[in-house]
Nanobody, 124 residues
Framework: QVQLVESGGGLVQAGGSLRLSCADS????????MGWFRQAPGKEREFVAR????????YYADSVKGRFTISRDNAKNTVYLQMNSLKPEDTAVYYC?????????????????WGQGTQVTVSS
């Protein structure tokens, strides 16, 4: 069983940084590819970044490439999202998600488990 809990959200000024964490209380964390998504009010949930089971492969949405970094620590059952140079348009609820698929893409339906989300607000 996978249970994901995000933390690290908050209010930050434009240009600032935040690091989100997502911890899994289960015992099979390393069996899952992990992703981060976000959803702004009135908008659909969108892909932000994903990381392979081993952590060796990562992929980013164009909107965050060069500013955000996804990483994982399988010994701690935790995935991170380091967000630098934040912009007001990054404001959203951020969700982590786990996928058991061998090949996982960028759509929410490819992920099996979701956290409850953490709010990130970037002021201008």
């Amino acid at each position: 069983q996978v249970q994901l809990v995000e933390s690290g959200g908050g209010l930050v000024q434009a240009g600032g940084s935040l690091r989100l964490s997502c911890a899994d209380s289960g015992r099979t964390f390393s069996n899952y590819a992990m992703g981060w998504f976000r959803q702004a009010p009135g908008k659909e949930r969108e892909f932000v970044a994903r990381i392979s089971r081993s952590g060796t492969a990562t992929y980013y949405a164009d909107s965050v490439k060069g500013r955000f970094t996804i990483s994982r620590d399988n010994a701690k059952n935790t995935v991170y999202l380091q967000m630098n140079s934040l912009k007001p348009e990054d404001t959203a609820v951020y969700y982590c998600a786990a996928s058991s698929r061998l090949v996982v893409g960028f759509t929410p339906r490819q992920y099996d488990y979701w956290g409850q989300g953490t709010q990130v607000t970037v002021s201008s």
